[in-house]
C-alpha cells in the first residue's frame, strides 16, 4: 500500500509560481509511474502529468505545457510539480497519484493523496 501526502499549495498571483511536492511511503517508489491530476469546482478530475519510474520520459496535458514541469527524486520518494506562470483557470485541488500501468485517466492510478488547493488570483 502506498500512501501520498501532496504540500507546496496555497494563495498566488496570476503570472507567479509554485511548487508542489509529493511524498511516498510504503511499497516502492521506482515501481510506479507518478502523475499530477487537477480538480476545479463543479468539474471532473483532470490529467495534467505524468512521469516514467525511471523518471526519464514525460507527458503533459495542452494546457499545462511549457508552463508545468513534472520530476521525481526515487531516493528521496519523491515527485515534484513546478508551475511557472500561473493562470486563474489553473485554480484547483491538485492532486498526486501513483501507477502500475500510467496513463491520463484517473481510473489507472492505484494510489492518490488528499490534494492541497492552488488558487489563482487574477
Known amino acids: 500500500q502506498v500512501q501520498l501526502v501532496e504540500s507546496g499549495g496555497g494563495l498566488v498571483q496570476a503570472g507567479g509560481s509554485l511548487r508542489l511536492s509529493c511524498a511516498a511511503s510504503?511499497?516502492?517508489?521506482?515501481?510506479?509511474?507518478m502523475g499530477w491530476f487537477r480538480q476545479a469546482p463543479g468539474k471532473g478530475r483532470e490529467f495534467v502529468t505524468a512521469i516514467s519510474r525511471s523518471g526519464g520520459s514525460t507527458n503533459y496535458a495542452d494546457s499545462v505545457k511549457g508552463r508545468f514541469t513534472i520530476s521525481r527524486d526515487n531516493a528521496k520518494n519523491t515527485v515534484y510539480l513546478q508551475m511557472n506562470s500561473l493562470k486563474p483557470e489553473d485554480t484547483a485541488v491538485y492532486y498526486c497519484a501513483a501507477s502500475w500501468l500510467g496513463g491520463r485517466t484517473p481510473g489507472t492510478y492505484d494510489y492518490w493523496g488528499q490534494g492541497t488547493q492552488v488558487t489563482v488570483s487574477s
Open positions: 510504503g511499497g516502492t517508489f521506482s515501481d510506479h509511474v
